[in-house]
Structure formats: C-alpha cells, structure tokens
C-alpha cells in the first residue's frame, strides 16, 4: 500500500519504516527542514536502536516530503502521528494535529479515490471526531466515512525498542466507524501476528490513556512501596520479583527508582487529569501517581546528603541524561529535577550520556548550560568521588566504583559490587 505520514518523529518515522518493512512504500511529510534532508539522507534524526540500518536497507523506498498535497495524492492511507504535548496547564495541546488535519483536508479537495486518515498521535476521547474530522470535511469540502474514511490507532511502541514493539506488538487496537476503512486497516495489518482490537473511535482514543496511565500507577505504587521497603531495609525489587509472579498481576512495570518519564507518561497522565476534572469526576489516584513520581528523583539527593550533607562547591558526577537507556530522548526525563536540585544546593556538575548530552542542553539550557559535559563516564569517575545514576545505560554497568559514594536511582549492578559507599533508591 502507499502510505503517508504526517509527522516524522519518533513515532512517525519508526512507524513508517515499520510499515515498510512489511512491503508498503511511504512518503513522510513534516514541517522541520531537518527531519525532511536527513531522511531523505537515509539518515535518522533520533536515535532508535535498528532505524538506521533499515534507512539505509530500503532506501527508495519512501522520502520525505513538507508537501501534503503531493504526499496525499500519491497514498491511499495517511497517518497523522505529530506530537501532542501538554499546555502550562496541564491539558494537551492539539495545535499540531488540528494545523495537520486542515492541510490535509485542504489536499484531500484533489482527491477522488477513498482516502483512509487514521490518527495515530495520541488524542483524548472525542477528538478523532470532535477535532479531526469536522477540520477535514470543512477543509476538503468532502464528508467523512462517505467520501474519506477516518480511523483512530494508538501506538504503543516504547522508545529504545520500538522498531520491534511496532513489528511485534501485544496487540493492534483500531477504532473504526465504517466497513471500507476498516477493510484498509485490516489489510494493512494482516502480515503482523498479534490480536486486533476493533472498536468505535472513541473506544481506541481511551484504550491508549488507560493503559500508559495503569503502567505509570504501576511503577508509582511499587515506588511508594519501594520508598517504605527502603525505611525497612528491604530489597524492594525481590518484592516486586515475589508479587509478579503471581499471573493476575505479572511482573512488568515494578522497577523501583527514581520514577518515570519520557514523552508519553507525564504528559498522558495530566491530559487525563486534566479531562477528568473537566468531566466534573475527581482524578484521585492519578492524582496520587503524578504526585509519587514528582517527589521520587529528589530521593537521590535526600539520600546523597546522608554522605554528603554539603553540597556547596563540591563536584558531583551524573551518570544518565536521557529519560530512559536507548534512546537519545530527555523529554521529561528525571535528569532534570535531579540536576536543578544540584545546582540549587550549591554542586558543580559534570553528567555522560552516551546519546543525550546534547539534546539535554538544548531542551533545558536553564541547567544544561550550567554543567560540564564529560566524553566518558571514566571521565566523570576521574573527577569526582560522588556519584549519582540516573539512566542505566549498560555501558555504566561496565565501570568500576571503587573508591566511590555512589547513590543509584536504578539499580546498576556494577556500582552495587564496587562502590565504596552504595545506597540504593528502593533498595
Ligand atoms: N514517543 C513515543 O514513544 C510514543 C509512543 C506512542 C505514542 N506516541 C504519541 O505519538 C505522537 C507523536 O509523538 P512523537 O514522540 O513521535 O513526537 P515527536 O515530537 O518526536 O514528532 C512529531 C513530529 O511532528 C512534526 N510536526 C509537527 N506539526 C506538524 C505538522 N503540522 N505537519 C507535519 N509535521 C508536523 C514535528 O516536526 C515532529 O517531527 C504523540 O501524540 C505521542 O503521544 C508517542
Ligand atoms: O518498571 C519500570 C518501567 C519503566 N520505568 C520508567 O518509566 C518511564 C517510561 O518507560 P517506558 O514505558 O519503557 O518508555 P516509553 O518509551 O515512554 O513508553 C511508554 O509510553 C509510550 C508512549 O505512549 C507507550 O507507547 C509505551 O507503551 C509506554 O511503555 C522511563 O522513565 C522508565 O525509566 C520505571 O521506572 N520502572
């Protein structure tokens, strides 16, 4: 099939390579000049482990484009997959997918052949057809589910192993109005061996909240719980190995630490806060999660005084930029907080990571220009004896501590054995 994409990140783009892996061809639209050379460079403007070499493998087939018009009428289906990032209010934003879905409608006016849109960004329920569709149709002049079709599919990839989450998914959730479009997404979804979810529009939009607000409950609950095995000298992830196990409940998502991040969870969670309260219901657990989560990073500075209760001039090394391992992405990551805090106390900091250093400095120059950047972790271990990890990278599991204080927000094996002084977040 012909497939467009509007919006080349990380979605996007892995989502469009993913679709052509399994035998479509796909033009990718986007507003940044950058993304648009380097893809058609065949080369990845994130990082994401395995994108690279499937560039380069199926060079030709796709490019990228700024141009909807020529983007749409050379696709059957098109993706919108731009960001939904959240207001200072906590509520999400829609600007993207609404400039999207009036260019789109503004192409589709050329169009005659039934054109399938599928909103794949993540969109509060209602949206697809509250927002998308009526910008479509009064921009096209053609009316949805008779002249196009319109179908909402969350993503669910992860960051870092997300060519494979899209290739090898638990599931496929599609919501779908109409029987053509549902054809098309059906097809298009034939060659990937997972259960398809069918369901109204509305449905699918709920599905995607539901589930990164569960995952995010469960890592928060097992940080509460963390936070309290650490008081009693319990070793919370033995905990979490024990409750697991038990099916009902299963054994992902209970890594204690210093909390999540990333483009997906913080932003998600206060969106469906945010609905909530609009819907005149009160968002008390997910109240209670956002709350956990914002008070788990400092936890490392909490403990950190215990060995080192001044701060004020000393140097302190942070091992781990990026929100997560794999990924070049600091979009929220728990860096941040931990780092602010730093400075705040009077600490100089020299921090390594191996993809996100320089993202970190452009995303928050408030502090990122106030650090040193070091080329190595051995670097950081050289200049100073007080460590904190932040990202567990593997490389930092291939270091030795000794010697060093070194307060670990995600349990880097290496640094448990070796360090002079250890303490663990939840451990
Ligand atoms: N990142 C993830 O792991 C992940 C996983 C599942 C779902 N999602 C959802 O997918 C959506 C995209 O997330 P992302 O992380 O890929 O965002 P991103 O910021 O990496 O990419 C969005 C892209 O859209 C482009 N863009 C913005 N406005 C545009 C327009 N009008 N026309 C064309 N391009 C435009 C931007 O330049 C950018 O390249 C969000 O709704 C997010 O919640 C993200
Ligand atoms: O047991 C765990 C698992 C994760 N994390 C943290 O949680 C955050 C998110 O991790 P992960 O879910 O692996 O990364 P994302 O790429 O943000 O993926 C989430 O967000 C995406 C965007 O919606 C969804 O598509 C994915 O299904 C969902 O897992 C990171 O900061 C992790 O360090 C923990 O602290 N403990």
Redesign the pocket.
Same mark, same amino acid.
């Given at each position: 099939m012909r497939i467009s994409i509007?919006?080349?990140?990380?979605?996007? =783009?892995?989502t469009g390579m993913g679709f052509i892996k399994l035998g479509n061809e796909v033009i990718f !639209?986007?507003?940044?000049e950058r993304?648009i050379t380097m893809i058609n460079n065949a080369e990845p403007?994130?990082y994401e482990e395995g994108l690279e070499e499937l560039m380069k493998e199926f060079r030709g087939k796709y490019y990228a484009t700024?141009d909807?018009r020529e983007a749409i009428l050379n696709s059957d289906v098109t993706f919108i997959?731009?960001?939904?990032?959240s207001r200072e209010d906590g509520s999400i934003d829609l600007k993207? !997918?609404e400039?999207?879905a009036k260019?789109i409608g503004e192409a589709l006016k050329e169009k005659d052949p039934y054109h399938v849109i599928v909103v794949?960004?993540?969109?509060l329920p209602g949206t697809t057809e509250g927002v998308v569709k009526p910008l479509i149709e009064e921009h096209s002049g053609k009316k949805a589910f008779g002249d196009f079709g319109l179908a909402m599919n969350?993503?669910? =990839?992860?960051?870092g192993v997300?060519l494979n989450d899209f290739l090898n998914p638990d599931r496929v959730v599609i919501g779908v109005q109409d029987e053509r479009t549902k054809e098309v997404l059906e097809k298009l979804y034939e060659p990937i061996n997972a259960p398809k979810v069918f369901t109204d529009i509305k449905t699918a939009e709920m599905i995607?909240y539901a589930s990164n607000a569960f995952l995010a409950t469960k890592i928060s609950f097992a940080n509460e719980i963390g936070n309290i095995c650490k008081k009693l000298g319990i070793d919370s992830w033995k905990v979490f190995e024990g409750v697991g196990l038990d099916h009902r409940i299963s054994p992902h998502f209970f890594k204690t630490g210093i909390g999540w991040g990333?483009?997906?969870f913080p932003?998600?969670t206060r969106a469906l806060i945010r609905k909530t309260e609009e819907l005149g219901e009160e968002p008390l657990i997910l109240k209670a999660v956002v709350e956990v989560n914002e008070k788990q990073p400092l936890k490392l500075i909490e403990l950190l005084k215990k060995h080192v209760p001044e701060l004020k001039g000393k140097t302190v090394g942070v091992l781990g930029l990026a929100f997560k391992p794999d990924t070049d992405?600091v979009?929220e990551t728990r860096a941040y907080p931990v780092i602010k805090k730093l400075l705040e106390d009077g600490a100089r900091v020299i921090t390594y990571d191996p993809q996100a250093m320089e993202n970190f400095k452009g995303f928050y120059p408030d502090v990122g220009e106030k650090i040193t950047y070091a080329n190595s972790p051995r670097e950081v271990l050289e200049a100073t004896d007080v460590i904190l990890i932040v990202t567990e990278w593997k490389e930092f599991e291939e270091l030795d501590y000794s010697g060093k204080i070194v307060v670990d927000g995600r349990r880097v094996k290496a640094a448990e054995k070796t360090a002079r002084i250890y303490e663990g977040v939840c451990w």
């Open positions: 509007i919006g080349s990140g990380y979605v996007g =783009l892995v !639209v986007d507003v940044d993304k403007p994130i700024k909807y997959a731009v960001g939904t990032p993207y !997918v400039s999207a260019a794949k960004s993540t969109v969350p993503e669910f =990839l992860r960051e997300a995607k990333g483009s997906c932003k998600d992405d979009r």
